[in-house]
């Protein structure tokens, strides 16, 4: 699906490799591009309506809050609705995590590259041993969005960072 979505100028939205989840070495504007145009890729992608606009409105609140995290110029309006955005973005995140982990209808496993290396490293670390046994390593396990991770607590303190050090593409936190 996202292949078929068009380029668009020269260089603002590069096409998409034909298996988006494929894809290695990803930089910032990739995740940008991705972000900007999974919308219409992912709707009607989910059996429910109920489902799909709960996707479809998490995806439009990530791309609202990383436009105005990412501003040059901020103005105290500006990072108050970036605080309400991230108050809405926070609840719409943790409700998304309930009902894709909780509910159990929609079920998660690992891509097959993920496959791959995960049996790659236990046949490695098997070579030393005598058992040598990989039957059963190379089915697909279950996978949960996990939002228990200082990147998704971290996101809270954005507005206030911004107000302390400045718009986020003035400084670099990599050690000189």
């Known amino acids: 699906r996202m292949r078929d979505i068009p380029p668009f100028g020269v260089d603002t ?3 998409f490799s034909s298996n988006t ?10 995740f940008e591009d991705i972000l900007q145009c999974c919308i219409p890729a992912f709707e009607g992608l989910l059996q429910k309506d109920e489902d799909n606009n ?13 436009g105005h995290a990412k501003l040059r110029l901020h103005t105290d309006q500006t990072l108050k609705h970036l605080e309400m955005l991230t108050k809405e973005y926070g609840r719409l995140i943790r409700d998304f995590c309930k009902f894709a982990n909780d509910e159990g209808q929609y079920n998660t496993v690992e ?4 496959v791959n290396a995960r049996v ?15 039957a059963g390593i190379s089915t697909r396990r279950a ?14 303190d954005y507005s206030s960072t911004i107000r302390l050090f400045g718009a986020t593409d003035s400084y670099s936190t990599q050690v000189v």
Request: proline share 2%.
């Open 111 to 114: 891509l097959p590259k993920e």
């Open 143 to 156: 996978r949960k969005l996990n939002i228990n991770t200082y990147k998704w607590h971290a996101m809270g």
């Open 54 to 66: 709960r996707l479809l409105t998490l995806l439009y609140r990530t791309a609202e809050w990383h």
């Open 21 to 30: 989840s494929e894809m290695k070495k990803l930089a910032a504007r990739d």
């Open 13 to 15: 939205i590069r096409r």
């Open 120 to 134: 790659r490293n236990q046949v490695g670390s098997n070579l030393g041993t005598a058992s040598g046994n990989t």
